[in-house]
């Protein structure tokens, strides 16, 4: 059993080939700059040019692609894109009409055309055959999915995650194959971009969560995934997740991140209360009590501030393959092979 499990964040995407007939540790690992971040050097390099843009695929993350989205239209420069592409910047498409993108399935002439999507096939096929690999018929992917809403993206996010908490939290429930919700359309698309290949797709958050810990035999725990854009905490107990948050990792100090970890571990950390200061959202269903703390992400040191005793784990040898770990956790149980 081969698969290749790839845990697409804001600044990297995290690539472990997994092999079971070889030892983790030796399997094939990368750390290659983000989608979002690829595909935004291909707009600003068509703003140098002087080029207008054409976007079409599907959606995708955003971030830096929907900073240089703006970058090119502030200079005078057309962008124009596919309705499908143009939900990478918002669901709702006449606030993306508002932003000056020109919503058209006709591509203008002289435009640079780029087609956006997470996952590029071809490039791990060209990277792997150097090394005399393929891509393998599996494929477990890992994004941050807020959700199709029209409204407020976090709540909509926040409400699919109390309710996967609520139905009992375990990894899962976090992990999808065939039943993917029609709401969670960034998921959704990286399927459609997999095929004719398997692909199991997890939200970036639980896939730390549960990877971080691979390793460990806790009962309680909090982890910490301070990434380049987002940091989620979550509280888990007996494998379950009973709590959860995610803010901007910019806007955290190492203080801040301990009274977000008193917050878990007491259940007082609301969700009005991390949007207030510009976050994403919180929901806690239990408190923790005597809990290890562990962190992980590659911002994992703003922790060794923190006046909590923290754990830094990594798992098989490798803290950037958090989110593969658990990729692999989930994509064993949906596609019956044995991990770890």
Do not use: W
Request: charged letters at 25%; a negative charge.
């Amino acid at each position: 059993m081969k698969i290749l499990t790839i845990d697409i964040g804001l600044g990297t995407q995290d690539i472990l080939l997994f092999d079971e007939d070889r030892e983790v540790e030796n399997c094939i690992k990368m750390v290659l700059p983000s989608p979002t971040y690829l595909m935004a050097e291909k707009i600003r390099e068509a703003r140098r040019q002087k080029n207008d843009v054409f976007l079409s695929g599907g959606v995708m993350g955003g971030g830096h692609i929907t900073r240089a989205v703006k970058e090119h239209i502030e200079m005078g420069l057309n962008v124009y894109a596919t309705p499908d592409a143009a939900l990478t910047f918002k669901d709702d498409l006449e606030k993306v009409r508002k932003m000056g993108v020109h919503i058209t399935s006709t591509p203008p002439n002289g435009a640079v055309h780029l087609e956006l999507s997470d996952l590029n096939i071809e490039m791990f096929e060209r990277i792997l055959s150097q090394v005399d690999e393929e891509v393998p018929p599996y494929m477990a992917v890992a994004v941050q999915d807020h959700g199709f809403s029209l409204g407020s993206n976090r709540d909509f996010r926040f409400s699919h995650l109390k309710k996967i908490i609520e139905e009992g939290g375990d990894i899962n429930k976090f992990v999808y194959f065939e039943n993917i919700p029609s709401y969670l359309t960034r998921m959704k698309r990286i399927q459609e971009d997999a095929h004719p290949r398997k692909c199991v797709v997890m939200d970036t958050g639980p896939a730390a969560i549960f990877g971080c810990l691979v390793c460990e035999d806790v009962s309680s725990a909090i982890v910490i995934n301070v990434g380049n854009g987002h940091t989620l905490g979550a509280s888990v107990v007996d494998d379950r997740v009973v709590g959860i948050f995610e803010h901007h990792t910019h806007l955290l100090s190492p203080r801040r991140i301990d009274e977000l970890i008193d917050g878990l571990m007491n259940g007082k950390l609301s969700h009005e209360e991390i949007k207030a200061e510009g976050g994403h959202g919180a929901y806690i269903l239990e408190n923790v009590n005597d809990a290890e703390i562990f962190a992980t992400g590659p911002n994992r040191y703003l922790l060794r501030e923190c006046t909590h005793e923290v754990n830094f784990p990594a798992p098989f040898g490798d803290m950037m393959l958090t989110g593969c770990f658990g990729l692999l956790i989930g994509a064993s149980l949906k596609l019956g092979f044995d991990f770890p």
